[in-house]
């Protein structure tokens, strides 16, 4: 059995995240279950500013209405419930626990791969799961192919998935909420009308 992590911070949660996650299902690596892990804090983003976020409830419950057209996918409150910065190597280990059997998979994209033997514990990281890099274009490919020198060199092995271009963040979304602007295009209509609903990203009104 292959389980695979793909976490983040899912502030909000849109297409790019589930075109990955759909790729990757359909890839060589074909894993048997994909877990979705909301961060609980990003060690990379401690300390912002958090007006206009979303809470851990609402992120945890927009990757729900996100992921739940998909097969094989779970989402998970681990680390959010831990309470504490979200360590990916934490989270491996506790994987490890719950299926020790199972070959494991994390999911990253290019910018994550450029970092990450820079990771807390990432020599353990490294050991315990095989990476799957995440490519949105040719271009994104190449250096892809190049951030995995560092991984190899450390005796990981990288498979890269290729993906639907995806070219807008979290944080430009954030941004045209914010200005009312329409990001129907960029979410999933469910996760679109929970956020309308529950007035997420609009100062004071949550």
């Not at 992120?59 to 831990?82: G, N, T, W």
């Not at 490890?96 to 994550?112: C, H, Q």
């Amino acid at each position: 059995m292959i389980t695979a992590l793909f976490g983040g911070t899912f502030d909000p949660v849109h297409l790019g995240h589930t075109n990955a996650v759909r790729s990757l299902l359909e890839s060589e690596i074909s894993p048997h279950r994909v877990i979705i892990m909301p961060a609980f804090v990003n060690p990379f983003k401690a300390g912002i500013n958090t007006e206009n976020r979303a809470d851990c409830g609402q992120r945890l419950e927009m990757c729900r209405l996100a992921f739940e057209k998909l097969p094989r996918c779970q989402v998970s409150d681990y680390e959010i419930k831990k309470g504490s910065i979200s360590y990916t190597s934490d989270t491996l280990r506790h994987l490890k626990t719950t299926y020790p059997d199972d070959e494991l998979v994390l999911t990253v994209g290019s910018d994550s791969l450029a970092t990450l033997p820079t990771w807390h514990r990432a020599d353990y990281i490294i050991k315990t799961a095989r990476i799957a890099a995440v490519s949105r274009s040719e271009e994104e490919s190449h250096k892809i192919e190049d951030y995995s020198a560092a991984v190899k060199a450390m005796g990981g092995r990288v498979t890269i998935i290729k993906t639907r271009p995806f070219d807008i963040s979290s944080t430009e979304i954030r941004e045209k909420i914010v200005n009312n602007q329409d990001i129907s295009c960029y979410m999933d209509e469910n996760v679109v009308k929970y956020i309308v609903y529950k007035s997420i990203y609009k100062s004071g009104d949550k």
